[in-house]
């Protein structure tokens, strides 16, 4: 009976995983969301008879609550954890260039830090907390969501200008990844970075509306640049589909430390 814990499983592709994994009543999912209660409700409503889903709270900027996520985990799968996925991220608005005239810098470095402390440590300190439920399961797979805007091949080739502080805090994570791979391959871990493919979820919450639809268009024309014959966005149970098929497929020898795309390769779009 395969466990999975997914983090930021209340919307968009976080919530597309949690229905798409507990569709088989084998699988034991648990989903890692801020707020329980109106979580619950809309699996209530949207999913009623899915009795293999359990939400626990768990949020990436409070350290503390992943260890007592993973602790309401264990308790849940009696001690191991097979797959833990980890979605969760913030995507706070710095839609300029880096070094635009208009640059708020004060915003840039708050966002900056922000997007490090729940992106790239916030993720380190959810690894640690699970690690050793992972240890105590069968399939032992430890996977990050990530984005193509941590390769800095895909921001050259594109000319993705926009979005530095997100994109750096997604390298930040990747590096931890291969970090952690390093040290427990020798224990049959897999530790690898996703990027799901540019995935409409949306307007993402921790921006501004009017500042985000002023930039999408440079966004669209970097990606259209980068695949112009790509078609994109795509749902988010499009992009689920791809990705477990990925994190199926997955070895250390192939993937271990890495970050590949939704079609498991280096193409993001």
């Known amino acids: 009976m395969p466990s999975y814990a997914v983090t930021g499983a209340a919307r968009g592709l976080g919530y597309a995983f949690l229905t798409k994994l507990s569709a088989d009543p084998n699988n034991t999912v648990i989903g890692i969301v801020r707020s329980v209660k109106p979580a619950e409700e809309k699996v209530a409503k949207e999913l009623p008879d899915r009795k293999n889903i359990h939400l626990v709270h768990g949020d990436l900027s409070d350290y503390a609550s992943l260890k007592t996520a993973a602790d309401t985990v264990a308790s849940i799968t009696g001690g191991s954890l097979d797959v ?29 830090r922000e997007s490090f402390n729940i992106n790239a440590l916030g993720n380190i300190h959810l690894f640690r907390h699970f690690v050793p439920l992972i240890q ?5 797979k430890v996977v990050a969501l990530s984005t193509g805007q941590a390769d800095i091949d895909f921001i050259l080739e594109s000319g993705m200008v926009i979005a530095a502080p997100y994109s750096m805090s997604k390298i930040a994570l990747n590096l931890a990844v291969a970090k952690y791979q390093v040290q427990y391959a020798s224990e049959g871990i897999l530790f690898m970075a996703i990027s799901p493919g540019l995935v409409d979820t949306g307007m993402p919450s921790d921006v501004d509306p009017e500042e985000f639809m002023a930039q999408l268009p440079v966004m669209m024309n970097a990606m259209a640049k980068y695949a112009p014959d790509a078609k994109f966005p795509i749902t988010p149970e499009e992009s689920v589909e791809r990705v477990l098929d990925v994190i199926d497929k997955a070895t250390i020898e192939k993937n271990g430390g890495i970050m590949v795309s939704h079609w498991g390769n280096k193409r993001w779009l």
Do not use: H, M, T
């Open 84 to 112: 833990l996925i980890a979605n969760a991220a913030l995507v706070a608005g710095d839609f300029l260039a880096i070094n635009d005239p208009k640059q708020d810098w004060e915003a840039f470095d708050r966002i900056s």
């Open 136 to 140: 105590k399961g069968s399939i032992k």
